[in-house]
């Protein structure tokens, strides 16, 4: 099993930056992938950014390209998600995940953590 525990969550002007943790334990020898994942009030879950976690490849949302980005320590074994000049739309429960390599979903899931976002 592979736990995640989100935490950097806040309150933050438009504009403004945050960086979100996610701290992974478990099974980390069974991860293949990581990823950030978004919930707004209404709207599904969307993907925001996804990292492969023993190497280079990132993958990110049109809406975030060039103002999010994530990476990993993997001696710390923790992800972020670094975010910067936020907008109003960005504001959602954010989500850390993993996967293995099978199956291909993500099926590791931290509790989520509120980011607000003000104008």
């Known amino acids: 099993q592979v736990q995640l525990v989100e935490s950097g969550g806040g309150l933050v002007q438009a504009g403004g930056s945050l960086r979100l943790s996610c701290a992974v334990s478990?099974?980390?020898?069974?991860?293949?992938?990581v990823g950030w994942f978004r919930q707004a009030p209404g709207k599904e879950r969307e993907s925001v950014a996804t990292?492969?976690?023993?190497?280079?490849?990132?993958n990110y949302a049109d809406s975030v390209r060039g103002r999010f980005t994530i990476s990993r320590d993997k001696a710390k074994n923790t992800v972020y998600l670094q975010m910067n000049s936020l907008k109003p739309e960005d504001m959602a429960v954010y989500y850390c995940?993993?996967?293995?390599?099978?199956?291909?979903?993500?099926?590791?899931w931290g509790q989520g953590i509120q980011v607000t976002v003000s104008s």
């Open positions: 995940a993993a996967r293995r390599l099978w199956p291909a979903t993500y099926n590791y």
């Open positions: 478990g099974r980390t020898d069974n991860i293949y992938y």
């Open positions: 990292a492969s976690w023993g190497g280079t490849t990132t």
